[in-house]
């Protein structure tokens, strides 16, 4: 049971929008801890897709957003490519843990 | 360019001990934190550890704690986990992973290795 709830899966029509939630509790992102999100493509290292809970590194495309309210944060993603197939995890920083947490992780389908 | 390589993986039996190795390049070792994150066969990323830039907060997960340490080398710009005791279920892929900042509390992972895989078994 990861600490913070993520759905186990997403599916979209290409150039769809589809969004991801990401779910944790006053001892992790409701305290003000940062969310990042990221992204693994099959076979490949996560690559960090967005940080701080709004900010898009150097060269990922402005149809990754993400956003936070409370408890929670969410990824979304517009203009739904082929490519964008894959697993997303969300991570915070938890102070009752004191450790960085993941989320399950969710598969992005493209259909 | 930023570069993280891990070594030190392998097939080790339970009870076991094995010391991953991560050598890094590009960037200056000393001003960030460092994580290791592990990712079973087919499971989800799972945080193992995480290191400030001056090794004075060190954090682990529960599955882990009193069995792993973390350290780094400023002279050799690597990071290291010492893994003891190891058990069936440290089976996984190991990242190491380079703090966006000093802090392993305020920062993402912006930087991943390629991995090294553990397998623990008999």
């Known amino acids: 049971q990861s600490v913070l709830t993520q759905p186990p899966s997403v599916s979209g029509a290409p150039g769809q929008k589809v969004t991801i939630s990401c779910t944790g509790s006053?001892?992790?992102?409701?305290?003000?801890?940062?969310v990042y999100w990221y992204q693994q493509l099959p076979g490949a290292a996560p690559k960090l897709l967005i940080y701080?809970?709004?900010k898009r590194p150097s060269g990922v495309p402005d149809r990754f957003s993400g956003s936070k309210s409370g408890t929670s944060a969410s990824l979304a993603i517009t203009g739904l490519q082929a490519g964008d197939e894959a697993d997303y995890y969300c991570?915070?920083?938890?102070?009752?843990?004191?450790?960085?947490?993941f989320g399950g992780g969710t598969k992005l389908t493209v259909l | 360019e930023v570069q993280l390589v891990e070594s030190g993986g392998g097939l080790v039996q339970p009870g076991k001990s094995l010391r991953l190795s991560c050598a890094t390049s590009g960037f200056t070792f000393d001003d960030y934190a460092m994580h290791w994150v592990r990712q079973s066969p087919g499971k989800g990323l799972e945080w193992v550890s995480g290191i400030n830039w001056n090794s004075v907060s060190i954090g682990y997960a529960d599955p882990v704690k009193d069995r792993f340490t973390i350290s780094r080398d400023s002279a050799t710009n690597s990071l290291y986990l010492q893994m003891n005791r190891l058990r069936e279920e440290d089976t996984a892929l190991y990242y190491c992973?380079?703090?966006?900042?000093?802090?392993?509390?305020?920062?993402?992972?912006?930087?991943w290795g390629q991995g090294t895989a553990v397998t623990v078994s008999s």
């Open positions: 006053s001892s992790n992102i409701g305290t003000g801890y940062a």
């Open positions: 991570q915070s920083f938890d102070s009752r843990l004191s450790g960085s947490v």
């Open positions: 701080d809970d709004t």
């Open positions: 992973a380079k703090a966006g900042g000093m802090s392993r509390h305020h920062y993402g992972m912006d930087v």
